[in-house]
C-alpha cells in the first residue's frame, strides 16, 4: 500500500505530518508551505483518507506501520494531530529509529470515553443522497442542521469529490463508523512497555479537554523526555485556530 503525498521544500531535516480524523494531508499546506523554506515536508493522506488507499480494519499498529513505510531509512521529525497523533506515538513506540523527534497535538496516549460527536458527523456523511446531488452547495445545505458550525461543515465536505460517476466520499465512512472503539482508543496493551526517548513536543491548545493533567503520567512514562505546550485561544484544531503561533513553536523545536 502506498499512501498519497506531496512533498514541500528542497533542503534541510525531513518533517512529516499526520492529520486527523476526517482530515487530509492539504490540510497541513498553511504550515507545510512555510517551513519548507528550511525544511523537506512531507504531507500524507493517513490510510482511509483523502487519495490514500482503504484497509480492512481499524488498528492503530498496523496504521503506524504503513506509515513508517513511507519514511524510508532517514529518520524524521514527526508531527500527528488527534488521530494521526496517535499514529505517529505508535509509530514512535514500534520503530523509534525513523523517528528524530516527535510532536504530538492535542491528543494523549489514552482511551478516550465517547466518540459519540464523531458517530454523527459520519452518520450525517452517509445519509446524504449523492445518487441526486447535482451541486456541492446542496450537500452544505443538506448538513447545514445536522452540523450548524459553518468551519466544521466545510472541514467534513473537503471529503466530498465528484468522479465520472457522480458523488462519492473520499472517507471509508464505513470503516470508521464501526471500528469508532478503536479509534477513540489506545492499544496501550499491545505496545507493552515500549517507550520513545526522543524529544517530544507535547502541544494541546488551552480551550480543548483533549489533553489533561490526568493524561500526564502516561504521557511521561512512553515519552519521558516530552514538553507539554498549551496555546492560548485555541481548541481542538490548535494549528488552524492559532496558525501563527504554532508555527513559532514548531519552529523552536525543530530547531
Not at 34 to 52: C, E, I, Q, T, Y
Not at 91 to 101: G, M, S, Y
Not at 113 to 133: H, K, P, Q
Not at 242 to 254: A, D, I, N, S
Request: net charge negative; with cysteine; charged share 25%.
Amino acid at each position: 500500500m502506498s499512501l498519497h503525498r506531496t512533498e514541500l521544500g528542497e533542503s534541510g531535516q525531513r518533517v512529516v505530518f499526520c492529520h486527523g480524523l476526517f482530515g487530509q494531508g492539504k490540510n497541513w499546506t498553511q504550515a507545510g508551505k512555510a517551513l519548507s523554506a528550511d525544511h523537506r515536508v512531507l504531507l500524507l493522506d493517513m490510510p482511509n483518507h483523502g487519495r490514500s488507499p482503504w484497509t480492512e480494519t481499524f488498528d492503530y499498529l498496523e496504521l503506524a506501520d504503513l506509515v513508517a513505510a513511507e519514511l524510508g531509512d532517514e529518520p524524521v521529525a514527526l508531527v500527528g494531530h488527534s488521530m494521526g497523533g496517535k499514529i505517529a506515538m505508535c509509530l514512535a513506540l514500534r520503530h523509534p529509529e525513523l523517528v528524530e523527534r516527535l510532536a504530538v497535538v492535542d491528543v494523549a496516549p489514552v482511551t478516550y470515553e465517547s466518540g459519540r460527536e464523531f458517530v454523527g458527523y459520519i452518520d450525517t456523511m452517509r445519509s446524504l443522497d449523492l445518487a441526486n446531488l447535482e451541486r456541492r452547495d446542496q450537500a452544505e445545505a443538506a448538513l447545514r442542521d445536522a452540523v450548524p458550525n459553518r468551519v466544521v461543515r466545510s472541514f467534513l465536505l473537503q471529503n466530498l469529490r465528484r468522479g465520472d460517476d457522480g458523488w462519492h466520499w473520499q472517507l471509508n465512512l464505513d470503516l470508521l463508523g464501526e471500528h469508532m472503539a478503536e479509534l477513540v482508543g489506545w492499544p496501550g496493551d499491545e505496545l507493552g512497555d515500549a517507550t520513545y526517548d526522543g524529544p517530544v513536543l507535547w502541544v494541546g491548545g488551552a480551550r480543548s479537554d483533549y489533553i489533561s493533567d490526568e493524561h500526564a503520567a502516561e504521557m511521561d512514562r512512553r515519552f519521558p523526555r516530552n514538553r507539554r505546550v498549551l496555546i492560548k485561544d485555541a481548541g481542538h484544531w490548535v494549528h488552524s485556530e492559532q496558525p501563527e503561533v504554532f508555527l513559532e513553536v514548531m519552529r523552536r523545536f525543530l530547531a
